[in-house]
């Protein structure tokens, strides 16, 4: 790749970054669950009232606030919004006999509606199959997933559907857990850290001085550039570190070990990412990086963990669901270093990238995580 082309693959990368949106890191999720119990089925469908208020437009009187009036009084064209998702058994025929109350619930990411329903089907559905069609929001969502669970006994069998993946059969006979989850939920890992702007900020901050040595300061900020074998030794200590303190709070967080406040931890987030940055701009860590990347990686993993908490998965069920998350993340980081270093390396002798990319790109890194900083520590939107 020649140096223009060069120039604008990492412009192009960051303005991809850049657009990717700073209001939410948690993406669009819906959850699902229906309980079988012999011939009874308990649905449960949990959609965020953000989502549907881009939809049905909830908010009437335009103050940036949803009232319990004001869902309550669209509920029913909620429940048609609902319809979206429909599931059959094979084999019998299943009707609703009732239907639950309105009611709100606060996951990680905020309020969600509940629509719940009851079943009762013509014959029991154990050693069946069943079939599920998840369409919600479709139509002017590209990102959404719905996150379903079908629960028979202690048994329990999850998917993540999408517009690219609607539909899924569940064999209400198949009593073990399968690899085959581990699958699905790598894709979703990596879909996960692809469309988080936070995460992928970071990781470009930690990767754009990979290739330069910073001079003392009496030299001036000015940088040298290192050797492949060092700038490859540093990038793997960054990377497992990063990687290694993700993994521990995903894992004590998706168990349930440890819940700090999601407010908290995205306000976090946001501030490792300036501190990153801005440590491009004004080296405070030189040497040893990786112990700062550690540190940070551990606020990090609690935010990961914010896709996976809300399955309401627990003990073995989970096991498979977080195993393929985890290494779905790690795929995609992988790839970000696998992009970004080449281009790093390639123009590491040019004061485009010493001054542009490295100084110019930080500082437009910590520019955007301090409107995070102040959006997700105060609860405001500054670009709406």
């Keep these: 790749m020649s140096p223009p082309r060069a120039w604008v693959g990492c412009l192009c990368l960051l303005l991809w970054a850049w657009c990717s949106g700073a209001q939410a890191h948690k993406a669009s999720d819906a959850y699902l669950t229906l309980q079988v119990r012999g011939t009874q089925v308990d649905e449960r469908l949990d959609i965020a009232l953000r989502d549907i208020d881009r939809d049905l437009t909830l908010d009437t009187d335009g103050d940036g606030r949803l009232t319990w009036g004001e869902v309550r009084g669209r509920w029913s064209d909620i429940r048609a919004l609902a319809n979206a998702v429909q599931w059959r058994a094979d084999g019998t025929a299943c009707h609703a006999v009732a239907g639950g109350t309105p009611q709100l619930d606060e996951h990680s990411d905020g309020r969600y509606a509940v629509l719940t329903r009851q079943w009762r089907c013509d014959t029991p559905l154990l050693g069946q199959e069943l079939m599920l069609a998840y369409r919600l929001f479709a139509a002017t969502d590209p990102t959404h997933r719905g996150i379903a669970r079908v629960v028979v006994g202690p048994t329990t069998q999850t998917a993540v559907l999408g517009p690219d993946n609607a539909s899924r059969r569940f064999d209400l006979a198949d009593t ?44 001036g900020n000015d940088t040298d550039a290192k050797p492949w074998r060092t700038v490859a030794l540093d990038v793997v200590r960054v990377v497992t570190a990063f990687t290694v303190a993700h993994s521990i709070t995903l894992g004590l967080a998706a168990f ?26 004004w080296p405070l860590v030189r040497e040893g990086r990786w112990v700062l990347t550690f540190a940070f990686g551990l606020v990090h993993g609690f935010g990961f963990a914010s896709a996976l908490k809300d399955l309401g998965l627990q003990g073995a069920a989970l096991a498979w669901p977080l195993l393929g998350f985890n290494l779905g993340v790690e795929l995609g980081q992988l790839a970000i270093v696998a992009l970004v270093l080449p281009l790093a390396w390639t123009l590491r002798h040019t004061g485009f990238y010493r001054r542009g990319v490295l100084r110019g790109g930080s500082a437009l890194i910590a520019m955007l995580a301090l409107v995070w900083l102040a959006e997700r520590a105060f609860d405001i939107q500054l670009g709406s």
């Design 176 to 219: 073990a857990l399968r690899p085959g989850q581990l699958l699905r939920f790598v894709g979703e890992g990596i879909h996960h850290i692809l469309i988080g702007a936070d995460h992928i900020l970071f990781l470009l901050a930690l990767l754009l001085p990979a290739v330069l040595t910073p001079r003392p300061p009496r030299l």
């Design 256 to 281: 349930g070990l440890v819940n700090p406040p999601a407010r908290w931890v995205e306000s976090l987030i946001a501030a490792s990412v300036v501190l990153a940055a801005l440590n491009n701009l």
